[in-house]
């Protein structure tokens, strides 16, 4: 009797009326909200503006679906074209079945476009984003706990994960539980890369290939513990071979960029500081027409002030014409006299 283990969800989907709830499209989702969230907050802090992450991702998600999908199917092509199977089930992208290397392929391109539209360096983007796309990898894990799949080899640990379901070719009982071991791996990768771009100052898609470089590692040794069907070359899973090469390659870039492009983007958006600039000047002519005003007002309280000295003036007129009229009258009087 197992003292311990991770219980499999009864079912992946719940009904709301005629509307079916899938586990697994909501870990994908959510997935998505985190990695834009987040992207968007670090591309602030790298001087771009808000929700321009948003509006790549538009471009990035979309792509990087399809090509998660095309790199299930060409790789697993007999779960969907072979006797007995229907080849419908290849767009059923809620039952499961999503390659990461084919999503952050394709979804690679779509970024691209993005980023050419609105005139944006796709390195920076990518930076910004690399943190927030292993934590969304994390989350969508959970989608295979959902559907009870990708699991590892027996175990009788007590964290074991039990497999209930006996569709596909599964066999009830415990093993080990790779979803939650990719999930927490992947979790480490997006903090790794949080302090090294903080320690290091990384740019020109260096935080993005430390991303690709850290995952690679642990879904290699994650990968060699799937008991699922799957093709092998000289011993070794063909995702293990893709870690490889992968790896390989991200390390490459980040030596070579390193060497060629040290330090980071000094702007990651086009017109961001000019915009700041245009408000800076606004601001001065605002001061500048306060200082004028002010000018103009001490002006006319000097006006105001000088007016009572003015005034004794002509007092000190009138008493003139008062004396001269004195005058004509003492003459009269004298000739009356």
């Known amino acids: 009797m197992e003292l311990a283990y991770i219980p499999s969800p009864s ?20 997935g998505v909200f985190v990695a834009v969230w987040l992207g968007n907050k670090r591309w602030i802090a790298r001087g771009g503006r808000a929700g321009t992450v948003a509006d790549i991702a538009v471009w990035a998600v979309p792509f990087g679906l399809v090509g998660g999908r095309l790199y299930h199917v060409i790789t697993d092509y007999e779960l969907y074209f072979s006797a007995g199977r229907d080849w419908v089930d290849a767009f059923k992208i809620w039952e ?3 390659g990461i290397w084919g999503a952050i392929a394709l979804g690679a391109v779509g970024a691209w476009i993005g980023c050419r539209r609105r005139g944006i360096p796709l390195p920076a983007w990518a930076d910004a984003l690399a943190p927030g796309i292993a934590f969304a990898q994390a989350i969508g894990r959970w989608g295979n706990w959902f559907n009870q799949e990708l699991y590892g080899k027996a175990t009788d640990l007590p964290w074991a994960l039990h497999i209930t379901s006996s569709t ?13 071991y990719e999930s927490l791996w992947c979790v480490g990768v997006g903090f790794l890369v949080i302090w090294a771009d903080r320690r290091f ?9 430390l991303y690709v470089a850290a995952y690679c590692v642990g879904r290699g040794w994650i990968e060699y513990m799937r008991v699922d069907d799957a093709h092998h070359i000289l011993g070794l899973r063909l995702n293990d071979w893709t870690a490889i090469v992968v790896f390989l390659l991200a390390v490459l870039y980040l030596v070579v960029s390193s060497r060629r492009r040290p330090g980071r983007e000094e702007i990651v958006e086009p017109g961001v500081d000019g915009d700041a600039d245009a408000d800076a000047d606004a601001s001065g002519d605002d001061d500048g027409a306060a200082a004028v005003g002010e000018g103009d007002g001490a002006a006319a309280v000097g006006e105001l002030e000088g007016d ?18 004195d005058k004509p009258a003492d003459a009269e009087s004298a000739k009356k006299s």
């Open 11 to 30: 079912r992946g989907v719940l009904h709301l009326g005629p509307i079916p709830l899938r586990g697994y499209a909501f870990c994908i989702i959510i």
């Open 308 to 325: 009572p000295a003015d005034l004794d003036k002509p007092g000190a007129d009138l008493d003139k014409p008062g004396a001269d009229l």
């Open 96 to 98: 499961g079945g999503l």
């Open 168 to 180: 596909d070719g599964r066999v009830p009982g415990y093993y080990h539980p790779t979803f939650l």
């Open 201 to 209: 100052t990384l740019g020109h898609g260096r935080a993005f290939a």
